[in-house]
C-alpha cells in the first residue's frame, strides 16, 4: 500500500488542495477517506473541513475498520476519526463500516455482520448526539468482502441476503461490497482478488444486493 494524501501533505493548505485537485480531476463532489493506517486526524479532519466551506456541495465519507461484533469500529482508526471530524466542524455524510476481516462470536457472518451495524450505530449515537435514530442509519454504510475473507470467515449468499434484508428494513445510506472482480465461482475455499473462493454463479452477490432500496 502506498503512502496516502494525508501521509504526503503536511499543512492544511496543502492536504485541502489535494483534495480539490483530486475533486476536479475526477469531476465529482465527494471524497471518501480510507483509514487503514494512523493519519494526523486533526490536520486530515481541518483540510475537510476546510474544502467544505469552500465547496458546501462537497459530501464526505469515512470508511473505516472493525474490531469486533460487540465493539463495532476500532478505536483509533475509526472512533477517534470521527469524533476529531465534528471537534474540526466536518460536515459528516457517511460513516462506512468495513465489515470485513475482523472476529465473529456468531457464527452466522450474517448475523454477526447485523450485529456489528447495531454495535458501531451505538457509536455513531455518542459521536453525533443531535443525531435521531433514523438519522443516525442514514449515514450508515456497510461494505463486506464477499466470499472467503483472509481471517477464514465466509461471507456466502445466504450471508448477503440477511444484510440486504436488514440494511433495507433500518434504511441506512449505503451497501457495497468489495469487489465486484471477485463476484464469480472458482478457486474454492481460497482468497483472491478475481474470485470469490465460494460456490456461486457469475454476478451472483451482485443481484442480491441490487434489491437493496431506500425508502
Known amino acids: 500500500m502506498g503512502p496516502y494524501l494525508e501521509h504526503l501533505c503536511s499543512t492544511v493548505d496543502d492536504l485541502a488542495n489535494a483534495y480539490k485537485l483530486a475533486l476536479d480531476t475526477v469531476g465529482t463532489n465527494h ?14 479532519n481541518s483540510a ?11 459530501t464526505v465519507s469515512y470508511t473505516l475498520m472493525i474490531q469486533g461484533e460487540d465493539y463495532g469500529m476500532t478505536p483509533a482508526l475509526g472512533v477517534d476519526v470521527l469524533k476529531s471530524a465534528v471537534a474540526n466542524g466536518v460536515r459528516v455524510d457517511t460513516v462506512n463500516a468495513m465489515v470485513m476481516e475482523f472476529g465473529c462470536a456468531t457464527a452466522d457472518f450474517g448475523v454477526c455482520i447485523v450485529n456489528t451495524a447495531g454495535a458501531v450505530l451505538k457509536q455513531m449515537e455518542e459521536i453525533f448526539p443531535d443525531k435521531s435514530d433514523a438519522e443516525l442509519k442514514s ?7 464477499i466470499g472467503r475473507n483472509f481471517n477464514g470467515n465466509t461471507f456466502q449468499l445466504a450471508n448477503a441476503r440477511t444484510v440486504v434484508d436488514w440494511a433495507t428494513q433500518n434504511n441506512i445510506g449505503l451497501l457495497a461490497f468489495w469487489s465486484i472482480e471477485r463476484d464469480n465461482g472458482g478457486c474454492s475455499g481460497t482468497v483472491s ?3 470469490s473462493g465460494v460456490d456461486q454463479q457469475r454476478f451472483d452477490f451482485t443481484k442480491i444486493f441490487k434489491e437493496f432500496s431506500r425508502k
Do not use: C, H, S, W
Open 48 to 58: 475537510l473541513a476546510q474544502v467544505q466551506k469552500e465547496r458546501p456541495d462537497v
Open 139 to 145: 449515514m450508515l454504510g456497510l461494505t463486506p468482502m
Open 193 to 195: 482478488p478475481y474470485f
Open 31 to 44: 471524497l471518501d477517506v480510507d483509514v487503514e493506517a494512523p493519519i494526523n486526524n486533526d490536520l486530515v
